[in-house]
């Protein structure tokens, strides 16, 4: 049997489709800023601003449905490095990054920091520690990889039940923050706004699964970086002369800053461990912008970067993406786009939170009586703010922001024209659909082939595996749907919480079982329940006000713990097999043939040879 | 990516066996080559932005421009380097793809 080469051949019209997309959506937006000058009803606008976009990615869902189980599982293994990592950065920046990340650099400034650069970070050690070699092994989903690498059922089982949380959590998060920005739209209740993120998922995820997956979901990142662009773009263009708010927004912080000093906003010294993350209600600014530490202590703000770090390299609904590579090398350079697109997302995000402040401090510091902006009394309106007390003058404690509409509220404090808030809008709900996307992608392939097919090593054959995964994505976005749904959490803390349980009970399994050869699959199995159990704790432990580590830092205890398990465990057992070790060194080495393709090969060869 | 020691010219080679060891030892120190000065980095300067808030570069205040922004390049150069590093050890020891 001929063998195939590792890398594939990539599709050389990706730019011309993308960019048609990107002028379909353009071209929405464009015609709804037409149409309203022309006094058609603001309600229908808003409509089409939602479904537009939606049948955009319906259509390339449906164009891109696959049959082959690699198309299926792995987008065929040729998704360019360029695309991968724009996906891999938007799926975990998703509503979550947009919407949140954004509200708190407006409230807490800096301490904000905390998330971007663990994310980062992230995608560092993913890169240098993980990458290369996941992808050399080529398995679709991670409890596959780890249950093939230590040859262990049990591990692969258990794998993919400690998965699920999670990605549940995650997936739950994004469809809260898309269910609500589609809510502010149209007016819908909280039922249909399910309803309809639930078939959207199905339409765009089904057909083709990882295939449908990756393209629908590069053309909602691009949505998303256009959409969140334009409004920010227009107000650094209007504010600074320059349209480029990730790097100009310097003077206007400076501004903020004097502002802030001007208005006697306090300096505060928290304590080290101090972890005093805002929620979702309406609340007044807490700290001056530029000055570290004030929500957050120093030891947290390092805790908390450390923490993401280690769940973000470990995400299990992440690391698939990585499968899709088309090879090796390609993998890497993949995180090395991540990390520039994840960047230059975060940054927009700051600049939206600083241009935000400067609207707010400017009428903080204007003297004389307090009167009520335009902007604010629509900010007001819609719920995004409220006025809490109106005396004389306007202080920084007398308005109050609800922390997931600033990105919302930027286009309404500039006074542009309507279309725009639905732009932002329509970002948050691409954005959020990506990062859905990729979590029931995940948690599908992981319910198909690790649980329903998991008793045995050998996948089946037909359209059987294809059918199984279609069902399993359906079942996972089900199961997303209905957590965000009933569980009323802050949607933000969700995902650090989600976070914590990867960092614990996957970050230390999959590093060590590339770089210790030594670990068996006791150890492992050892390392995830540690690992899980003790995450699970702090956070049950963090929920209080005054509990020593907040929940959503359960990583730096649960680390140590899954680390001291694995090496305590391994190193009482029996070391691994020939074969086993075998497999290590296969995965270390970039060149040969993917591991996970020899093993089907040589699964059906047995097959050939019974038959005959 | 020229520094190749030996070029076989199969379709399907693999990396020679004695070779399996300097490559991965070159491999170890490459990560952490890569890994300990941006850890350094991402957990010292955050702690000192305070302090480099006083100047200015930009227009930003120093210390939030170099956690932001600062770090941002950082993280991207590291992964560039650490991808054209890996791929030349790769292309040395002959454990590279085939393409």
């Not at chain 1, 089904?206 to 107000?235: C, H, K, N, Y």
């Not at chain 1, 992440?318 to 499968?323: F, K, N, T, V, Y």
């Not at chain 1, 006074?415 to 996307?437: E, R």
Request: aromatic content about 10%.
């Amino acid at each position: 049997m001929a063998i195939l080469s590792p890398s594939r051949a990539v599709n050389p019209r990706l730019g011309s489709y993308f960019g048609i997309f990107l002028s379909g959506f353009a071209a929405i937006a464009l015609t709804s800023l037409i149409l309203q000058g022309l006094g058609v009803d603001l309600s229908i606008l808003s409509l089409a601003m939602l479904l537009g976009p939606i049948a955009l990615y319906a259509g390339i869902g449906i164009a891109t449905h696959a049959s082959d189980p690699l198309d299926f599982f792995a987008a065929g293994r040729r998704v360019p490095a360029f695309f991968n990592g724009l996906l891999l950065a938007m799926s975990a920046f998703g509503a979550t990054g947009l919407v949140a990340l954004t509200g708190l650099f407006f409230l807490i400034g800096y301490d904000a920091l905390f998330v971007g650069i663990g994310a980062l970070g992230g995608f560092v050690v993913m890169a240098v520690l993980l990458a290369p070699f996941l992808r050399k092994f080529g398995a679709f989903t991670i409890p596959s990889y780890l249950g093939r690498r230590f040859d262990s059922r049990p591990l692969r089982l258990a794998t993919a039940l400690v998965a699920a949380i999670p990605i549940v959590m995650v997936l739950s998060a994004e469809l809260r923050f898309a269910a609500e920005a589609a809510i502010v739209l149209t007016g819908w209740s909280h039922g249909q706004a399910f309803l309809v993120l639930y078939l959207v998922l199905l339409v765009t995820l089904v057909p083709g699964g990882m295939r449908s997956m990756t393209w629908t979901g590069v053309a909602q990142s691009l949505a998303a970086f256009f959409a969140v662009m334009v409004p920010v773009i227009i107000v650094a263009a209007i504010v600074t002369t320059m349209p480029v708010p990730q790097l100009t927004h310097g003077p206007v912080l400076r501004a903020v800053g004097r502002n802030e000093a001007i208005q006697g906003l306090p300096i505060i010294l928290p304590p080290g461990m101090a972890f005093d993350l805002p929620g979702p209600e309406l609340q007044p600014i807490m700290k001056r912008f530029a000055d570290p530490f004030g929500a957050l202590g120093p030891a947290a703000f390092v805790l908390g970067t450390l923490s993401m770090i280690a769940g973000v390299a470990s995400a299990p609904w992440l690391l698939p993406r990585l499968a899709a590579a088309p090879g090796v090398y390609e993998a890497r350079k993949t995180l090395g786009w991540a990390t520039f697109i994840f960047g230059v997302a975060m940054l927009t995000a700051a600049s939206i939170a600083v241009f935000m402040r400067d609207f707010l401090m400017d009428l903080i510091v204007t003297p004389g009586p307090a009167v009520v902006p335009p902007w604010l009394a629509e900010l007001a309106k819609r719920g995004f703010a409220s006025i809490t007390e109106t005396g004389t003058q306007f202080t920084a404690s007398s308005i109050s922001f609800a922390r997931d509409s600033v990105l919302l509220s930027l286009p309404v404090a500039a006074q542009l024209p309507p279309m725009l808030l639905d732009l932002s809008l329509a970002a948050v709900i691409a954005g959020a659909l990506v990062a859905a996307g990729a979590a029931s992608t995940a948690l599908g392939h992981i319910l198909s082939e690790d649980i329903l097919f998991g008793g045995t090593w050998e996948t089946p054959h037909g359209p059987v595996r294809i059918h199984a995964g279609r069902g399993g994505i359906a079942v996972a976005a089900a199961a997303g749907v209905l957590a965000a749904a009933f569980v009323m959490t802050d949607p933000l803390r969700v995902v650090l919480c989600a976070l914590s349980i990867c960092g614990s009970a996957l970050f230390p399994v999959l590093v060590l079982s590339i770089w210790w050869k030594r670990m068996n699959a006791f150890g492992a199995m050892a390392g995830l329940l540690t690992g899980f159990l003790v995450a699970l704790l702090t956070i049950a432990g963090g929920q209080g006000e005054s509990a020593a580590i907040p929940s959503a830092l359960a990583a730096i205890i649960g680390i140590p713990s899954a680390v001291a398990a694995i090496f305590a465990v391994s190193l009482a057992t029996p070391p691994p097999s020939r074969h086993v070790l075998q497999i290590v060194r296969d995965i270390r080495v970039p060149g040969g043939e993917i591991l996970y393709d020899r093993e089907m090969r040589t699964q059906r060869l047995k097959k050939l040879r019974q038959l005959s | 990516m020229g520094t190749s020691r030996k070029d076989g010219g199969g379709t399907n080679r693999m990396i020679e066996r004695k070779e399996r060891k300097p490559y991965w030892r070159h491999t170890k120190w490459q990560m952490l080559a890569s890994l300990a000065p941006f850890f350094a980095v991402i957990i010292i300067l955050p702690l000192y932005a305070d302090r480099l808030n006083s100047n200015k570069f930009l227009g930003f205040p120093l210390g939030y421009f170099l956690a932001a922004h600062g770090l941002v390049l950082i993280a991207v150069v590291t992964v560039a380097s650490f991808v054209r590093q890996q791929d030349a050890i790769d292309h040395w020891h002959g454990a590279h793809e085939d393409n």
